[in-house]
């Protein structure tokens, strides 16, 4: 008899509920939960593949070294013991900041991992933490805190009483919203936007699939978006449209962005971006005379050369047309565990310290990881030397992903907390995979931090861990409190950190952390045993497809975290990133030209995920790594759909199949990232079937958004040609 227990999954933002149907230790079907409070039964197609993970014969059970480059397993004690004797030696040797930590993106929907990130910052003591955040997202973050006091301070676009959204840099269709997202199928809240008479606007250089659900899509110039924002903030100024609604007592620096947007011509603006002056003057007059407005922008925005620029204008545009804080405009959620709250140092800072060689500054206490391999692999006083990763593959993930594995093979130490060799990891000393993830509870931290509607659910784990499994939490427990005693000379010290150590290991979990953490939010029974209504672990058990908690309410000025509790509207920090902006696309200089006539973007693909690229239910069927060309440039470059074109930039190129599609604009190509699983030395038999190219062979690590450190992936210069290629030859490769 088969049983059905229901999840949420934790592949992306939308936090979709699953149900799961098995059999014993079998998964015979994955499924939407009808009952979900948030996603109703809707769920994407990725999902299935999680099944393949639970049976995928190459991922890894347990720990394995690299012995004369051969891969070997030991057993976990071994494993732990060599991994926190190495580490511990390099930092006695070299000090602390010899080694450096990296957690990839997906570490933000595992509760495991995540617990373990503010204590592997403050037992490694290193100053060399980076994350898979300042690849995507930084620039949102870097915006929060210097506008709302918080990192972590979220703008979530309420589409559900919205009248009129401006989209920039993001494909809900196929991202299934990401901050926008109650589920998947997001496209449909689009349709009803406009079934109620209200209007959808999509600023792209490719026309997406969720142009379709819009009401108009403009095509932009790679990288010009912040130009595009400003020139709707000039317009609102001039039409005397710009309002502060009810917060107006609670904003400083108001004063400061009408002069400063008056500066640019809207003429050259339209020159520039591609979008005549006439459309811009209408998208602004509508937007501000709208009951409600939102304007909104995700990855496509963050990942490019002015990230920072971009995001600070989005949040000008809602506060100067009174949509801030307001139903139908940009609201605040207000989560069951309140990470702003209630995570120590969760805050943020900014350039409290700077990196060793560039001298990047540091934001939230960790550097730009597009600096990462320059710290490897510069000589001197302070060079990394023993790498900590979990969670990311860098090698497709990171700019210039070469260097990047370079950089790793300079390493005297490497150890990666992660269930497969992949291209990152095959480059490690000794690899720690955990349980798979229906053998470890759930709970989404982090990304109710971006939440569209107030709720929660927690999963406990589906099947029992075979043993000796680990999970997240209990690997990096045991490296740490390992790594603690061994680096420590002092025999008193020594006894102590052991004695810390069998307690955390002995009594503290991520179920008794987030029951502390539920309790005691806003939602908590605290302490009380007579709470019934209160959130608990326990009470979210009761209720496995979640606990609906309310829709956005107004929290402005209270819940800001600044130290005046105001806005700030022109933090002097980014107002000083004007000037690069006008250099770059308005003086005589940005006429330059030179061999790389095109520029790149990526794509997200509804079907795959980068580190599920092992799931034959995700990437069977037609190859989806091609890059989209319009049919001018194929024509003038003697390119023919299906060819196989060359890809160059100035730090590396590409070979993989064209496909020839008005959807992208004149002078723009467009492929999918983190494919490239044509490297040697990895064991993923399903995705070295089907290869692909890595975009992040071409992107360049030495150009990023200067103003919040973020990787440029998006508007990458490029040369583009046809490659003459024997018939036998298919496979898209690294040239």
């Known amino acids: 008899m088969s049983e059905t227990r229901y999840r949420t999954c934790h592949l992306c933002e939308t936090m979709c509920g699953i149900a799961v149907e098995y059999h014993g ?52 004690e071994e494993a732990f013991d060599e991994v926190a004797t190495r580490l511990a030696e390099i930092q006695r040797q070299h000090g602390k900041d010899a080694v450096a930590t990296y957690q990839g993106r997906s570490i933000a929907h595992n509760i495991g991992g995540l617990l373990t990130v503010m204590p592997l910052r403050a037992l490694a003591g290193t100053k060399n933490t980076y994350t898979g955040s300042t690849v995507d997202q930084q620039p949102h973050n870097f915006v929060w805190y210097f506008m709302f006091g918080h990192q972590f301070m979220a703008t979530i676009p309420n589409l559900d009483r919205t009248d009129y959204y401006l989209m920039l840099g993001t494909n809900p269709k196929i991202s299934n919203g990401a901050q926008m997202a109650t589920g998947a199928n997001t496209y449909k809240k689009l349709d009803t936007i406009r079934a109620r008479g209200g209007k959808v606007v999509l600023i ?59 500066k640019f011509d809207l003429a050259k603006i339209a020159e520039v971006t591609g979008i005549n002056a006439q459309d811009i003057e209408r998208i602004a007059v509508e937007l501000a005379s709208a009951k409600s407005a939102i304007c909104y922008g995700r990855t496509g925005l963050s990942m490019q050369e002015f990230g920072g620029l971009c995001n600070w204008l989005m949040m000008v545009i809602n506060v100067i047309t009174g949509n801030m804080d307001e139903p139908g405009g940009m609201t ?61 593959n860098g090698a497709l993930s990171m700019p210039n992903g070469k260097r990047f594995e370079e950089a790793l093979d300079q390493l005297d130490f490497m150890v990666s907390v992660d269930p497969y060799i992949n291209e990152t990891t095959r480059h490690a000393d000794i690899i720690l ?37 680990y999970t997240d939490f209990e690997i990096m427990s045991e490296v740490l409190t390992r790594l603690v005693v061994k680096r420590t000379r002092n025999p008193f010290k020594r006894l102590f950190a052991k004695l810390v150590g069998g307690f955390v290991r002995r009594w503290v979990s991520p179920q008794l952390l987030l ?22 672990v326990k009470k979210l058990k009761e209720h496995p497809h979640g606990i609906y908690l309310g829709e956005h309410e ?103 199949p064209a496909e020839v599609t008005d959807t992208v604009m004149p002078g723009v190509v467009c492929m999918p990232p983190l494919w490239g699983h044509s490297r040697s030395g990895t064991r993923l038999k399903v995705a070295n079937a089907h290869p692909g190219a890595s975009m992040n062979d071409v992107t360049n690590e030495k150009v990023m958004d200067e103003l919040t450190g973020n990787a440029v992936v998006h508007g990458v210069p490029v040369k583009v040609e046809a490659v003459s290629l024997p018939h036998d030859s298919q496979a898209p490769r690294s040239a």
């Open 515 to 536: 029951d502390l953490g539920l309790r005691f939010g806003p939602y908590g029974a605290g302490l009380n045993p007579f709470n019934r209504k209160g959130l608990s």
């Open 204 to 262: 792209d250089p490719r026309r997406t699939e969720t142009a379709e659900h819009c009401t108009e899509h403009h095509f932009i110039r790679p990288s010009t978006d912040a130009l595009f924002l400003m020139g709707v903030v000039k317009v609102i100024f001039e039409r005397g449209l710009a309002t502060p609604g009810r917060l107006g007592e609670h904003i400083v620096g108001w004063d400061e962005i009408e002069p400063i947007a008056r």
């Open 554 to 656: 107004r929290c402005l000025p209270e819940r800001l975290f600044t130290h005046d509790k105001k806005i700030h509207l022109a933090p002097e920090v980014i107002l000083a990133d004007i000037p690069r902006l006008e250099k770059r696309w308005l003086s005589d200089e940005s006429a330059s030209s030179n061999e790389f006539d095109m520029v790149i973007v990526g794509r997200l693909q509804r079907r795959t995920l980068g580190w599920m690229h092992n799931s034959h239910r995700l990437v069977k069927g037609k190859d989806s790594c091609t890059l989209y060309i319009h049919p001018d440039d194929a024509r003038s470059r003697g390119i023919e759909d299906g060819g196989r074109v060359s890809v160059r930039s100035a730090v590396g190129a590409i070979e993989l």
């Open 332 to 392: 605040f959620p207000l989560p069951a565990i309140d990470v702003l709250n209630g995570v120590k140092g969760s805050q943020g800072s900014w350039d409290s310290y700077r990196s060793r060689v560039s001298g990047r500054p540091e934001f939230a206490q960790e550097l730009p990881v597009s600096i990462l391999a320059e710290e490897i692999m510069t000589p001197g006083e302070g060079r990394i030397r023993g790498f900590i990763g979990m969670a990311g």
């Open 25 to 76: 230790d079998e998964i015979l079907s994955i499924r939407g939960d009808e009952e979900h409070v948030l996603s109703k039964g809707n769920i994407c197609p990725k999902a299935s593949g999680l099944q393949d993970v639970r049976t995928d014969p190459d991922r890894l059970r347990r720990p394995v070294k690299k012995i004369d480059g051969e891969w070997h397993e030991i057993d976990w």
């Open 433 to 469: 995979p955990p349980v798979g993830p229906f053998e470890k509870s759930h709970y989404d931290l982090f990304y109710h931090t971006y939440d569209t509607i107030n709720w929660t659910t927690y999963n406990p784990p589906l099947f029992e861990a075979k043993a000796p499994g």
